[in-house]
């Protein structure tokens, strides 16, 4: 096994959030499940962009988000993802560089515009989002650098594009020059609506090709069509080495073998706004595993990780991150 | 004269802001005067944009930020301003359509880019302003609307137009057109290096054709040629309707006639960035204009909308300037 070249590479959607802050009847009148992520297509987007009042825009992408959470933590990232040349393209990539994430995929010429999501943020903090994947979903086989891949410590992988079978195809060449080069790869379930889409498939990878699980409570549930956590935990156990399993405000369960670690979420002086809580849990969990700490000290990272960005609008907070990093004690 | 159809219609820059917290070397490595606003090509943009961190999107333009906020505040509004049909011009129309601002004037689908201007807030949350003006200083006579200048009881000029030729004949016709319909004219001084760029034409404007006058200290000082506060007071006494003269964390001067009412700035429990504090104080103020108060509750309603603004990032706080004009007492 070579050197590592970056500590985790991502593979995942180039996405710009559109932020509004939304009372519930917006999202019955738009037909979105609350807390979920509903694929609309551009005139779809279009429709409930409409209906929201101002907003606030911010890069996105869920396994964006981790890895640029990486990048300000201090590790060595990349990014593989799709945009087009436009103006949410250019925000895309300004800000993913902007923590230190080498990411060297051209901007797409032809084709649909640059991911966005319509993040709709109530008044309890939930958010609600609807995303057009746009030129994002195209990302194929051929844009996986192999090189990248096989020179990164961690692969990462984000659920959403599961939707996408181009990017699912992208997501097993990755996988595959990951493990041939000996690397660990890191799957996020991302949304249990998803999982549902896509169960065979998530169970088929799950098993076979996935060393460190990301999931909360109901992905996990779905995953394994049971109602019973402790019995998705058992299955969960025997099928991947590591599974992070979020609970919400009762922390997360971090499972390896015979392992079961409850770590305790932080308190929370202000919940703001609970987008990106999953994406900076395994962030901050990913960091802990780069620098090799105890998974103990992986899961108090991705709790750390998670209450920061729920105290702030959007799902990047390279700045609240780092001062948070910089005082926490692991001891 | 006709009856009213807007409470205040605006003329002036349709601009996306985009944010970045900064260190002061920042400022001086891009040669940028602190605290001030320095315009910008598409090339200098870009180059400073690369040399920031994370960035957040809103929509901004000094002009919109005031209408925007008449808008939220109950006020009949409209706005004149320019954008191309781009992602940018998108989030601009859709943010002051938002507020309930009437907004009609179709998307240039040639020449520049919309407009965009690169925010940079300091630790001491003072901002600094990089503006690309885009399409958005194409803005000319012919744009203007007629029927939509002469229904509305007050008519709102940015000052930062004023170096573009174009946009300075957009607003003389503006301006009487208002005049033959018996309006009142409203103009902001924007920028203390702006004034000094023009001083002449601002001089000639001010005396000539406006009713209502918005400065901060140092932009009157310009204006005036003058170091003496009282004296730049008694200058502008002879030449406008009212003034209002806001002093940062000392408040504001109203001025008229003989008049001098001294208002106090509210308290800040935590000061964020005080992006948009002279657009947002303007709000206010011609909120209770519009509404028929006395000048000293013009003045209060000013101070209160500024205060708002400078306790979160960026210049659009509908929701925040709604919550606090709900529960204040005017008395």
């Given at each position: 096994?070579?050197?590592v070249?970056?500590?985790?590479?991502?593979?995942?959607?180039?996405?710009?959030?559109?932020?509004?802050?939304?009372?519930?009847?917006?999202?019955?009148?738009?037909?979105?499940?609350?807390?979920?992520?509903?694929?609309?297509?551009?005139?779809?987007?279009a429709?409930?962009?409409?209906?929201?009042?101002?907003?606030?825009?911010?890069s996105g992408?869920?396994?964006?988000?981790?890895?640029?959470?990486?990048?300000?933590?201090?590790?060595?990232?990349?990014?593989?993802?799709?945009?087009?040349?436009?103006?949410?393209?250019?925000?895309?990539?300004?800000?993913?560089?902007?923590?230190?994430?080498?990411?060297?995929?051209?901007?797409a010429?032809?084709?649909?515009?640059?991911?966005?999501?319509?993040?709709?943020v109530?008044?309890?903090?939930?958010?609600?989002?609807?995303?057009?994947?746009?030129?994002?979903?195209?990302?194929?086989?051929?844009?996986?650098?192999?090189?990248?891949v096989?020179?990164?410590?961690?692969?990462?992988?984000?659920?959403?594009?599961?939707?996408?079978?181009?990017?699912?195809?992208?997501?097993?060449?990755?996988?595959?020059?990951?493990?041939?080069?000996?690397r660990?790869?890191?799957?996020?379930?991302?949304?249990?609506?998803?999982v549902?889409?896509?169960?065979?498939?998530?169970?088929e990878?799950?098993?076979?090709?996935?060393?460190?699980l990301?999931?909360?409570?109901?992905?996990?549930?779905?995953?394994?069509?049971?109602?019973?956590?402790?019995?998705?935990?058992?299955?969960?156990?025997?099928?991947?080495a590591?599974?992070?399993?979020?609970?919400?405000?009762?922390?997360?369960?971090?499972?390896?073998?015979?392992?079961?670690i409850?770590?305790?979420?932080?308190?929370?002086?202000?919940?703001?706004?609970?987008?990106?809580?999953?994406?900076?849990?395994?962030?901050?969990?990913?960091?802990?595993?780069?620098?090799g700490?105890?998974?103990?000290?992986?899961?108090?990272?991705?709790?750390?990780?998670?209450?920061?960005?729920?105290?702030?609008?959007?799902?990047?907070?390279?700045?609240?991150?780092?001062?948070?990093?910089?005082?926490?004690?692991?001891?």
């Amino acid at each position: 096994m070579s050197n590592v070249t970056h500590d985790v590479i991502g593979v995942g959607a180039a996405i710009v959030d559109i932020i509004a802050r939304v009372d519930d009847a917006v999202l019955d009148e738009q037909g979105l499940s609350k807390g979920a992520m509903t694929l609309v297509d551009e005139a779809g987007s279009a429709a409930i962009y409409d209906a929201l009042g101002e907003t606030t825009e911010r890069s996105g992408g869920s396994g964006a988000n981790t890895i640029a959470a990486l990048g300000a933590l201090g590790r060595s990232t990349a990014f593989i993802g799709k945009r087009r040349d436009d103006e949410f393209g250019d925000i895309f990539a300004h800000d993913i560089r902007a923590t230190g994430t080498a990411f060297d995929v051209p901007a797409a010429t032809t084709g649909e515009a640059t991911a966005r999501c319509l993040v709709m943020v109530t008044p309890d903090a939930e958010r609600t989002m609807a995303t057009y994947l746009g030129v994002s979903g195209d990302l194929g086989p051929d844009d996986i650098n192999a090189d990248a891949v096989s020179g990164a410590g961690i692969l990462y992988l984000e659920g959403y594009l599961w939707d996408k079978p181009d990017a699912k195809d992208a997501f097993r060449r990755a996988s595959e020059i990951a493990h041939g080069a000996g690397r660990k790869v890191a799957l996020s379930l991302s949304d249990a609506f998803c999982v549902d889409r896509h169960r065979e498939s998530f169970r088929e990878i799950v098993a076979g090709e996935i060393d460190i699980l990301f999931a909360n409570e109901s992905e996990l549930l779905s995953l394994y069509e049971t109602e019973d956590f402790d019995a998705a935990i058992e299955a969960v156990a025997k099928e991947v080495a590591i599974a992070a399993v979020t609970r919400g405000p009762d922390g997360a369960v971090i499972v390896s073998g015979d392992e079961r670690i409850a770590v305790p979420a932080q308190p929370v002086a202000a919940l703001v706004d609970t987008t990106g809580a999953g994406d900076l849990f395994a962030a901050g969990f990913l960091n802990g595993i780069a620098t090799g700490q105890p998974l103990a000290t992986c899961g108090a990272m991705g709790c750390a990780a998670a209450n920061v960005v729920i105290q702030i609008l959007g799902a990047r907070c390279t700045d609240a991150l780092k001062a948070k990093f910089a005082i926490e004690d692991w001891g």
